[in-house]
């Protein structure tokens, strides 16, 4: 079974976050990239099935020279080759335009699955894996916690609020997971050489057959028009007990709709 | 925070990439508990060994990591400083590697050595008993060399019981060998015994001692309950017990008698280790002094900024960077293939001395609160004491440094005393 792993560089979220006052897209130079961490979840998830049912674990990341490091480190957990989708013609693609651009970059591909994290901490869209899948026709199985392989039928247990909606479909497919499927394995450091062996494709827009007059910034659907820092955090409110602090403890909650 | 480390190559950057990863997310959180607990982390050295830090100093061929000293040391020198029972006891593993890594045939090698440095197996080294700790010549360990083959009996069928050997196989002479062993680091918990036992006769000296590497499970090892320690009570110590031990002569590392100059040449690079760990101990007892002193407020500053704390954390800082390049100077003499058993005697001698004496400076910075467990000061300072003391104490590091300047005015003299 070949899987391809979709993996995006993001700013590493302990660092501090900041978009680029020229056009509203991400500072890239301001943190350090970082794999997404969802996208961790779906490595491994793609590696236990490569175990288990053998094949190819491909990783593709469309993003700057800089996500380079990110596909390394993905390629150090086990994963087999990758595929960089790269071109300054990207740049600034919003959620939907990077769906219809990895799908195309997907059609260069043999591939029986598609494993992605279900969203990413930066943009955090979450609707990636969807309209992915709605490009490529395939089925889409998203926020899995479980994944089960059986011949060309897939079953998944999808997260929800109430428990889990088990779903099946066949293959090929896409599925998005959530951060309960696995615990990511870190790389070792024979992994971490052999990496730096293996093959990492470079994909143009062109190579990957992407019509560039539907992607990039000034082609987007959605805009990114101001953005403003959280503000700062109020101090807190401290209830001195004088006998009362039950009482005000709960009017507090009340006055805030918590209770 | 992090230190700044001049690496030798960019696999070595990804290394300390990866061990600081794994540092920060499975040891760190688990030090204080675990510390308090007296639990041993054996799951912490499996994951170790299968990120490949349990071999990083032997070769590739077998396993191992293929890295110098100096790259190798700094990795144990992170682990260290979030977590000492970790840090040392990769120490004591790539130690107990030595002296088959060095010196076994190449049949031994290719046998033993995947499991040792993958992981598999988590190593410690018997060498110190109860009357033989500096004087480690004098130990008293036997190992009695079976006289000739030994022919397995030949069971009839009517006294075969289910438990006989196989019928007809020769056994070939070995070794019976009863002693006790103290202050080993992973007793108890480890999974092989680098052993040194007398297998010449009483008096023989050291001339007299060889080498041997045990499994665990060998019938007559056993080991006490655990030593109740100052700190690293996460780290088993305990006396190893060997009871008519029957070995193999294949388990036999080197000669017959070639046994304490293979301990001495392991303890010369284990010695590297333990001043790595001192100056990982040293560096998170500054980052902890430091950052207090930045947050702490009194008299409407922050108290790094009087001059009494501020020239107290320059001094703390500044012998904790000496000592790192003391251990890497001699690592990257050993790296050379050049002799460096006295600059490995003076790394672990002042970046042990450095630990403790840093350690207390950071009780001091911390007030009150550096003397309580809340915070890890005073864990740290238990910690630093031990070093002091593992694999030689550091007086017997000053009679190492002493005979060696000795030696070296002897051979540089002239007639006319130049």
Not at chain 1, 105 to 131: K, N, P
Request: glycine letters at 10%; hydrophobic letters at 45%; a negative charge.
């Amino acid at each position: 079974m070949n899987i391809v792993v979709l993996v995006k560089q993001v700013p590493d979220t302990a660092t501090e976050r900041k978009l680029s006052s020229d056009d509203n897209t991400l500072d890239r130079a301001a943190s350090d990239g970082v794999i997404n961490e969802l996208d961790e979840y779906a490595i491994e998830e793609a590696l236990l099935l490569k175990e288990k049912h053998g094949g190819e674990v491909t990783i593709l990341t469309m993003g700057p020279d800089q996500a380079t490091d990110s596909i390394r480190k993905a390629l150090s957990m086990g994963a087999d080759k990758a595929v960089h989708l790269v071109d300054d013609a990207l740049h600034g693609s919003d959620a939907l335009q990077t769906a219809y651009a990895l799908s195309k970059a997907l059609g260069t591909l043999e591939f029986d699955l598609v494993v992605l994290g279900s969203e990413s901490t930066d943009a955090r869209t979450g609707i990636v894996g969807a309209a992915l899948a709605e490009y490529l026709g395939l089925p889409q199985l998203t926020l899995a916690g479980k994944v089960d392989v059986d011949g060309q039928a897939i079953r998944i247990q999808r997260a929800t609020d109430y428990g889990h909606d088990v779903v099946e479909a066949q293959l090929p497919a896409v599925v998005s997971v959530v951060e309960k499927i696995n615990e990511p394995r870190y790389p070792s450091f024979k992994l971490i050489m052999q990496a730096k062996k293996k093959p990492v494709a470079k994909l143009s827009a062109a190579d990957a057959g992407i019509d560039t007059a539907l992607v990039g910034l000034g082609n987007a659907a959605t805009e990114t028009v101001d953005f403003a820092p959280a503000p700062p955090r109020a101090a807190g409110t401290v209830i001195k007990d004088e006998g009362d602090g039950g009482v005000k403890a709960a009017d507090f909650l009340a006055e805030k709709k918590f209770v | 925070m992090a230190v700044e480390r001049t690496l030798p190559t960019s696999e070595a950057q990804d290394l300390l990439d990866l061990t600081r990863g794994i540092a920060d997310k499975e040891l760190a959180p688990r030090a204080a508990p675990d510390e308090e607990a007296g639990a041993f982390p054996r799951d912490v050295f499996a994951l170790l060994g299968r990120s490949g830090l349990l071999g990083l100093p032997y070769p590739a061929a077998y396993g191992g990591g293929d890295q110098p000293y100096e790259v190798y040391l700094q990795v144990v020198e992170e682990l260290a400083a979030r977590w000492l029972a970790v840090g040392l006891g990769v120490s004591v593993h790539t130690l107990s590697c030595f002296p088959v890594a060095a010196y076994g045939t190449d049949a031994q090698r290719a046998d033993l050595l995947p499991d040792m440095l993958g992981g598999a197996q988590l190593g410690a080294y018997c060498l110190s008993e109860s009357h033989a700790g500096s004087d480690a010549g004098a130990l008293a360990t036997r190992a009695e060399p079976e006289p000739g083959a030994v022919p397995a009996p030949r069971a009839g069928a009517a006294e075969a019981g289910p438990d006989a050997e196989p019928a007809g196989v020769p056994e070939a002479p070995g070794y019976r060998i009863t002693g006790a062993k103290s202050w080993i680091t992973h007793g108890g918990a480890a999974d092989f015994y680098t052993l040194f036992a007398r297998t010449g006769g009483p008096g023989s000296g050291r001339e007299g001692i060889s080498c041997f590497h045990l499994p665990a499970a060998t019938p007559g090892i056993s080991a006490d309950p655990p030593e109740r320690k100052m700190g690293m009570s996460a780290s088993p110590t305990a006396v190893v017990r060997f009871e008519d031990v029957r070995a193999a002569l294949e388990s036999r590392i080197g000669a017959e008698g070639q046994g304490f100059a293979i301990a001495l040449a392991a303890l010369d690079s284990g010695r590297l280790g333990i001043a790595a760990c001192a100056v990982g101990v040293a560096q998170a007892a500054l980052d902890l002094a430091l950052a207090h002193s930045r947050e702490r407020h009194q008299f409407g500053r922050p108290i790094g900024d009087f001059q009494g704390l501020s020239f107290l954390l320059a001094d703390m800082a500044t012998q904790t960077a000496a000592a790192r390049e003391l251990y890497l100077a001699a690592a990257r003499r050993r790296d050379a293939g050049r002799p460096f058993a006295t600059q490995a005697a003076m790394a672990k001698l002042f970046a042990t001395d450095t630990a403790m004496r840093v350690t207390t400076d950071a009780v001091q910075v911390l007030g009150g609160a550096g003397y309580t467990r809340d915070l890890p000061a005073e864990r740290l300072m238990r910690e630093a004491k031990v070093l002091q003391i593992v694999e030689g104490t550091n007086q017997i590091q000053r009679m190492v440094i002493g005979r060696a300047l000795a030696r070296e005015a002897r051979t540089t003299e002239g007639p006319a005393g130049r």
